[in-house]
């Protein structure tokens, strides 16, 4: 076999982050006096917070900072006191853990997988988010154990990030390695920049990148028959 560990990213692969984000942020929103969470809030909110995670990736700020960054602005342009750092932070992060709904085939997919391979998680995130997602989803059954960038250390496509894993996985041989992963500059960058093959899970494929994945398929589902072709 061509492969023997698998590192899938968390996030928009496995486990559905968009239902868990607007179900964090209308809850939090609530608590902080606005009744009617609109479209229009999440969408702010969920390119605002792209836009530090993007950051993030390229290095320009640190986790921190993001995590302090996310609020101030939702609350100047939406009318709340801000409440000091931390408040909002904290209620946030405990409310997207709740969030743990998989994507569709998900479950089915690393159920096979894992008869015939060793998986793993690879997520940018919070440690406690995180974890909580992965074992209240009931995906942790199935797994080997997962690497978050909070406990790492590096964040992907940080290089670090991915040759920590392996060190920790005790498996150097990177020929022996996939990641699996939803986002070009992420996943698909880390795998170009520690030199591990990797799959993007995508229906569109990709424009304007200098680099691409090893692989493209549309669904988990589609992984499952790729991988039965080694
Ligand atoms: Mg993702």
Known sequence: MKYRYLLFDCDRTLLDFNSAMRSAITKLLNKYGIENVTDEMVSFYDAWNN??????ERCEITKEELVFAR?????SRY??????????ETDY???????????????????ELSKSF???????????VQNRRVKESGLIQYLKGSFISE??????????FFEEALRQIGNPDKSQYLI???????????????????????????????????YVVSSLTELINLLRKF
Not at 93 to 111: N, R
Request: aromatic share 10%; proline share 8%.
């Open 180 to 214: 699996i992963g939803d986002s070009m500059t992420a996943d698909i960058l880390g795998g170009v920049n520690a030199g591990i093959d990797t799959c993007l899970v995508s229906e569109k494929i990709p424009s304007g990148y200098d680099y691409a994945p090893t």
């Open 51 to 56: 836009s530090l995670w993007g950051q993030l």
């Open 151 to 160: 406990e790492i250390g590096f964040s992907k496509p940080d290089a670090r």
């Open 79 to 88: 009318g709340i006191p801000y409440p000091g750092k931390g408040k909002m």
């Open 71 to 75: 609020f101030p602005v939702i609350c």
């Open 93 to 111: 992060i405990l409310f997207l853990s709740e969030g743990h709904k998989p994507m569709p085939d998900a479950m089915e997919t690393v159920k």
């Open 118 to 128: 060793e998986l793993y998680i690879v997520s940018n995130g919070f440690i406690e």
